[in-house]
């Protein structure tokens, strides 16, 4: 997978997260924290986000192919740190 192929999976996770609006009061979600983890194989992104109006907390799940190597630790804080 290309960096541009990862940038596009990023870019959509996070056009998912501005269209969502708060299920209490419709204002925007801010991005507060990015993890990474794996279940039944499967990696995921593990979005914490907090509405900017009041403050109602949402996470988001997605799917996360791009991460090529799940156990290779430094790669993995090379992207939580990079989209942190």
């Given at each position: 997978?290309?960096?541009?192929?990862?940038?596009?999976?990023?870019e959509?996770e996070?056009?998912?997260?501005t269209?969502?609006?708060?299920?209490?009061?419709?204002?925007?979600?801010i991005?507060?924290?990015?993890?990474?983890?794996?279940d039944?194989g499967?990696?995921y992104?593990?979005?914490?986000?907090?509405?900017?109006n009041c403050?109602?907390?949402?996470?988001?799940?997605?799917?996360?192919?791009?991460?090529e190597?799940?156990?290779?630790?430094k790669?993995?804080n090379?992207?939580?740190?990079?989209?942190?």
């Open positions: 997978m290309t960096i541009l192929d990862v940038m596009k999976y990023v959509s996070f056009s998912i997260i269209k969502t609006p708060c299920e209490i009061c419709g204002g925007d979600y991005t507060e924290d990015i993890d990474v983890y794996e039944d499967i990696l992104d593990y979005v914490e986000c907090i509405c900017s403050g109602f907390e949402k996470n988001f799940k997605f799917t996360a192919p791009f991460i190597d799940p156990k290779d630790e790669k993995l090379e992207y939580k740190t990079k989209y942190n």
